[in-house]
């Protein structure tokens, strides 16, 4: 009785502490103000595709964060796509490659990226070594770069005379193209060779000038394509030059004439392409990119202080390392659901955390192909399990044989797929392969010593709780409400410690000794 009282106390103490901090948290961001300069934004790309076929493929280039730039969150809505972000070291992007898995009339694919923006105080450069492969990359003529043009090499003939660095042979062509050349409109040209003959081209048509002459006086140079971050519903891409010298990547931008310092509102895509949405497998497809100015934010503006209580914000960390930080403060969540499931209703299952990982493998894969995978892996590891079984192994070999045929068949099962055009990338292979394992050594077990049937419904409980677990845990906004609000996990302790003493009937029992329960009822 003793402990039961204790466990009560500790308890609700735990939960007064979560809502304590987080009453906290909540006060210091209301009342936490940007520094003098800085700003938050929101990027919005808007796609609709008009009857995709399954396979379709939408490409989307995602902004990156910088050292005047963060982005603190993203959010992607998507219906009937499956998708997946890569990276490119070649272009130095982030993409967001989107595949339909059906014939589909009209998909809608919305990306928004909250950025906040700090005041610029240093030149725009950066260090980067490059080796000799990469210089003669930047330096050789591209599709509307002609650097070996005999136009190009005349219009360089007075700078060679004057015996100029490539330093100030580089300021000399920016100031050239940024006073002679002037910027057109959509229309103009987006050649190099066309545009210093024409004297008028676009910002990419500027951006390629600069580059072509930048290659033909021997200085690598490369285009760079993003956006310069201002309220309008219609933003377009922009694009500027970046110059090595000296071992470094310095900015100009012949369009508005900034040299060697751009400003925060600058926001990098990536380098030497001049599309940030392309879609194949649909003949008819629109988009629409906005900016706009929003007001400080519970996740943007905790982050600003420099002190310690910053550690506990999580949402100053880049986005790609809050979906890792996402799944692992999801796990204690799918682990509150398992206990509920087998302390309350009764539901047997085969361990605690096998039916959570199974269910976080699904939410950041697709739970199509992690279902299949999941089959085929139970059907080849318990026909091999059956098969080991007659030769007498010592359970370590044999689980390393199990592991090993489990591994075969999950990446068979993701080059099938993908060669069936079913799923655009291998993330299905975050299935948790020892926990399979285990699950295929236990049911094996579980046949032998309590039969089949036996076996079969603790089998079937555990899909069942992992797909509880998946219902609930696919809810995007829960792993955005789990990294705002880390504390809100003394929550789920605090419910642990609760269902720690719990040892009243299950609701299973319930059913199955309902006639004794009954007959007790009936006794004066």
């Known amino acids: 009785m003793k402990e039961q009282k204790l466990t009560i106390i500790s308890a609700i103490f735990i939960a007064l502490v979560a809502i304590t901090l987080i009453t906290w948290r909540v006060k ?25 076929k399954a396979g379709m493929r939408l490409q989307m280039s995602l902004p990156r964060t910088s050292s005047q730039s963060r982005i603190f969150q993203e959010k992607f809505l998507r219906s009937g796509l499956l998708m997946d972000i890569l990276r490119s070291q070649s272009t130095k992007r982030r993409e967001a490659i989107a595949v339909a898995l059906t014939d589909t009339e009209k998909i809608y694919f919305t990306a928004e990226f909250d950025i906040r923006l700090k005041p610029q105080n240093k030149p725009s450069m950066y260090k980067e070594l490059l ?60 050649d190099a060779k066309e545009t210093l003959h024409q004297k008028i081209g676009n910002s990419l048509g500027k951006a390629r000038a600069m580059v072509a002459l930048c290659r033909a006086g021997k200085i690598p140079s490369r285009i760079a394509v ?12 922009h694009t500027w030059v970046e110059v090595y010298l000296e071992n470094h990547w310095i900015s ?52 600003q202080t420099n002190s310690l209580l910053a550690v506990a914000d999580l949402t100053r960390m880049p986005s790609e390392m809050q979906n890792a930080i996402a799944v692992l403060l999801l ?81 068979m099962g993701v080059s099938l797929l993908d060669y069936l055009e079913l799923t655009p990338s291998a993330r299905t292979v975050v299935l948790p392969i020892i926990i399979l394992t285990m699950l295929v050594e236990r049911f094996y077990i579980s046949v032998e010593e309590d039969g089949i049937r036996s076996s079969l419904k603790m089998l079937a409980g555990t899909i069942l709780v992992a797909f509880c677990c998946y219902s609930l845990l696919s809810w995007q906004e829960l792993g955005l409400l789990a990294v705002t609000y880390p504390e809100a996990q003394l929550f789920i302790i605090s419910a642990l410690l609760i269902l720690g003493r719990y040892t009243g009937y299950r609701l299973t029992e319930l059913i199955r000794f309902r006639d004794i329960i009954a007959a007790k009822k009936e006794k004066p």
Do not use: H
Not at 42 to 49: A, G, N, P, Q
Not at 226 to 237: C, D, F, H, P, S
């Open 131 to 190: 080796d000799a492969n990469l210089q003669a990359k930047y330096l050789t003529k591209q599709k509307g770069i002609q650097a070996k043009s005999s136009n190009i090499k005349k219009i360089l003939q007075k700078w060679r005379a004057q015996k100029l660095d490539k330093e100030k042979l580089a300021d000399q062509i920016f100031q050239y193209c940024s006073d002679q050349i002037a910027l057109g409109g959509e229309s103009s040209s987006i």
């Open 252 to 303: 100009y931008d012949p369009n508005y004439g900034y040299a060697r310092q751009l400003p925060a509102s600058y926001i990098l895509v990536g380098y030497d392409y001049d599309k940030v949405i392309q879609v194949t497998g649909a003949k008819e497809w629109d988009y629409q990119i906005s900016i706009e100015k929003l007001p400080v934010s519970p996740t943007s503006a905790l982050s």
């Open 28 to 52: 210091s961001d209301l009342k936490a103000k940007l520094s003098p300069g800085e700003s938050v934004w929101r990027l919005s790309y808007k796609v609709i595709i008009n009857k995709a």
């Open 331 to 411: 796990l204690p969540l799918g682990t509150l659901i398992t206990v509920i499931f087998r302390s309350i209703i009764g539901l047997s299952t085969f361990g605690t955390f096998a039916p959570c990982l199974i269910a976080l493998s699904f939410v950041y894969a697709d739970w199509r192909t992690g279902l299949a995978i999941f089959l085929i892996v139970m059907f080849v590891g318990l026909s091999s399990r059956g098969l080991l079984n007659r030769l007498k192994l010592l359970i370590l070999p044999r689980l390393g044989i199990i592991l090993t045929l489990v591994v075969l068949c999950m990446v």
């Open 226 to 237: 993003g956006y310069v971050l201002e309220k309008t519903r219609k933003a377009k891409i």
